[in-house]
């Protein structure tokens, strides 16, 4: 009898069961609404995410600070447009600079840049000021300030050259440090930057401000300070190699020889030919006779063996000599 009755609870539609369940307490009706609203919930939060979300511009990770990113464009000097009120933008720059929107402080920058390129004399009174801002968003950890600060800083090295020297230490700082870090399009306008400081500011002002840093203790800052001065070095001639210490530079040239990185290793092994030329070449012309190829290779070791240790001098030596062997050989 029981089991007959159990046949006929079975044969119940589903329909009259769900009616019944909603008739005793009302609990299978909500549930079931409430599941399948969350489901469609969560379903129109993911697909409008994948709607919001833009394509990044600066290679930098799909993360929020990316997605920031994306809302600067990072515009080349030579594209850069006049500002439309120089006054107006004249008062307002500083507090631009030191906005907590960094929105508006990568604008302000791009402001500086513009003013530096079209109307230095204008920003020249409050340079000093400007460069420690400057130096502030160059430490900033959002990536777009602090890329937007450095295309700046190279800006101000092309407006001012020497002018801007004596402000140049926190600057030069915070450039070796970026050029030395792992995030790539960072590191490479750092890199660039520090170039356009060796082609635009004068060797003489700028080699007493590198060579602090070849005793710097993270070998990644001594190799960048070490390219920096090979690329300054040619750019003071015969005179100016004299006049600075050639002395100065072989020591130099000499304590990056045996340095950590290849790159402080390349940098000064193409310190040291170009302070061999130019050795030979002041050599030459206190000469009126004519000169041999010995002597003058003497005359540089001798001066090698006088300023460096014999440990440092043979290295030295070492370095120096294969180009003229390589040019006899061939010969």
Known sequence: ????????????????????????????KPHLEQVDENVENRENKRIASLLETPNLR???????????????????????????????????????????????????????RRLSIFHKEDIACMLNDVISLIVKSLKNPRSAVCKTAIMTSADIFKAYNDDMIDSLDP??????????????????????????????????????????????????????ASMCISRSVPRLGVDGIEEFGIDKLIQIGASQLSDQLPESRDAARTLLLELQSAYEKSHLLETTAAVSEEPSTVSWELFCQSKLSPLSAQAVLRVTSIPREGFVSSS
Not at 66 to 74: C, F, P, R
Not at 196 to 209: A, H, Q, R, Y
């Open 1 to 28: 009898m029981s089991g007959m009755a159990l046949k006929d609870v079975n044969k119940i539609p589903e329909t009259e069961k769900i009616n019944e369940s909603s008739n005793n307490g009302n609990f299978m």
């Open 58 to 112: 600066d290679g930098s990770e799909n993360s929020g600070e990316g997605v920031a990113n994306s809302e600067v464009e990072y515009i080349e000097s030579e594209k850069l447009e006049d500002v439309e009120d120089v006054e107006d933008c004249l008062k307002t720059l500083l507090l631009g600079l030191g906005s907590k929107d960094w929105v508006s402080v990568c604008d302000a920058l791009n402001n500086v």
């Open 171 to 224: 600057l030069l700082v915070q450039l070796l440090l970026k050029s030395s870090q792992d995030k790539r399009f960072v590191c490479e306008a750092a890199e660039s930057a520090l170039i356009t400081l060796t082609n635009w500011v004068s060797p003489l002002s700028l080699l007493p401000k590198l060579q602090p840093h070849i005793k710097n203790r993270n070998p990644r800052i001594r190799a960048k």
